[in-house]
């Protein structure tokens, strides 16, 4: 059973916007410190953007301005709000972080699936 899912993603043009969500499932009850990652074609994964339990967010220069990340403890999931994108932000995102169960496992660094996006005229 997958523990976090990626719906969202897509072919957006250039200067567009996308927003990509990040859902724990049933079985977990909180999650922690969370990263959002992507990985283009023929390069190393990259960490974009992190965001604590508390809110508090950091990005990499290249995408710093443009996107933000944000969450909702409530519904255990976080979000990264994807603007003025340009075709060098195409690539499968991830995100990743510690889940804790409501039996009290806790499953560390835990990947999502992965969404595609393409940023392309």
């Known amino acids: 059973q997958k523990q976090l899912v990626e719906p969202g993603g897509g072919l957006v043009q250039p200067g567009g916007f996308l927003r990509l969500s990040c859902a724990a499932s049933?079985?977990?009850?909180?999650?922690?410190?969370m990263g959002w990652y992507r990985q283009a074609p023929g390069k190393e994964r990259e960490l974009v953007a992190s965001i604590t339990r508390g809110g508090s967010t950091k990005y990499a220069d290249s995408v710093k301005g443009r996107f933000t990340a944000s969450r909702d403890n409530a519904k255990k999931t976080v979000y990264l709000q994807m603007n003025s994108l340009k075709p060098e932000d195409t690539a499968v995102y991830y995100c990743?972080?510690?889940?804790?169960?409501?039996?009290?496992?806790?499953?560390?660094?835990?990947w999502g699936q992965g969404t595609q996006v393409t940023v392309s005229s």
């Open positions: 990743n972080g510690d889940l804790y169960t409501l039996d009290g496992r806790t499953y560390y660094r835990y």
């Open positions: 049933r079985n977990i009850f909180s999650i922690n410190d």
